[in-house]
T-cell receptor, first 113, second 111 residues
Framework: DVKVTQSSRYLVKRTGEKVFLECVQDMDHENMFWYRQDPGLGLRLIYFSYDVKMKEKGDIPEGYSVSREKKERFSLILESASTNQTSMYLC????????????FGDGTRLSIL | GQNIDQPTEMTATEGAIVQINCTYQTSGFNGLFWYQQHAGEAPTFLSYNVLDGLEEKGRFSSFLSRSKGYSYLLLKELQMKDSASYLCAVRDRSGNTPLVFGKGTRLSVIA
């Protein structure tokens, strides 16, 4: 079974802090994704990566950056956390082939105070 | 633009059949996925359609009509554990492109 592991289930940070969310997958997937999920808004794509050191902006990249130094690890960085970044963050990975599904981690519920 | 529409909430009775609809207006089409998400948990993959017709997997089936921009997920013999959100997602271009997700349908199964 594919395993996508997010480093924290719950995280509380303060406004202005730099926040790192880590995601690791164990199935040698090329693609990795970061989403945020908010009530009434569904899943929104922040960034994705299809290879080491490659990144593409999603629908809502403002205020975020990402890092992919190794194939199995994809990090989401909140450069200066703000209260409107309080959300559930979900990481996913998939193979390159378009018929392959994305596999999701359990999510990190991030609260910015 | 891209738009994926699903009903926000549905309620159905244990043992019954329920159909969750998804309509999409996207610039292109290269496959549609259905996911199940229990409250507080990760979405899990249910089904994939790229050609017109019905795909059956046990109690769950998914149908696609590309000409109508329409899909549905059919759940038979409903169980309480089927209470969850169901997400429809479309790949709107060929190649390695991200999915576009609908906002999900929250299904409540009652006794």
């Amino acid at each position: 079974d594919v395993k996508v592991t997010q480093s924290s289930r719950y995280l509380v940070k303060r406004t202005g802090e730099k926040v790192f969310l880590e995601c690791v997958q164990d199935m040698d997937h090329e693609n990795m994704f970061w989403y945020r999920q908010d009530p009434g808004l569904g899943l929104r794509l922040i960034y994705f990566s299809y290879d080491v050191k490659m990144k593409e902006k999603g629908d809502i990249p403002e205020g975020y950056s990402v890092s992919r130094e190794k194939k199995e690890r994809f990090s989401l960085i909140l450069e200066s956390a703000s209260t409107n970044q309080t959300s559930m963050y979900l990481c996913a990975s998939s193979l390159l082939s378009p018929d392959q599904p994305q596999h999701f981690g359990d999510g990190t519920r991030l609260s910015i105070l | 633009g891209q738009n994926i529409d699903q009903p926000t909430e549905m309620t159905a009775t244990e043992g019954a059949i329920v159909q969750i609809n998804c309509t999409y207006q996207t610039s292109g089409f290269n496959g549609l996925f259905w996911y199940q998400q229990h409250a507080g948990e990760a979405p899990t993959f249910l089904s994939y359609n790229v050609l017109d017709g019905l795909e059956e997997k046990g109690r769950f089936s998914s149908f696609l009509s590309r000409s109508k921009g329409y899909s549905y997920l059919l759940l038979k013999e409903l169980q309480m554990k089927d209470s969850a959100s169901y997400l429809c997602a479309v790949r709107d271009r060929s190649g390695n492109t991200p999915l576009v997700f609908g906002k999900g349908t929250r299904l409540s199964v009652i006794a």
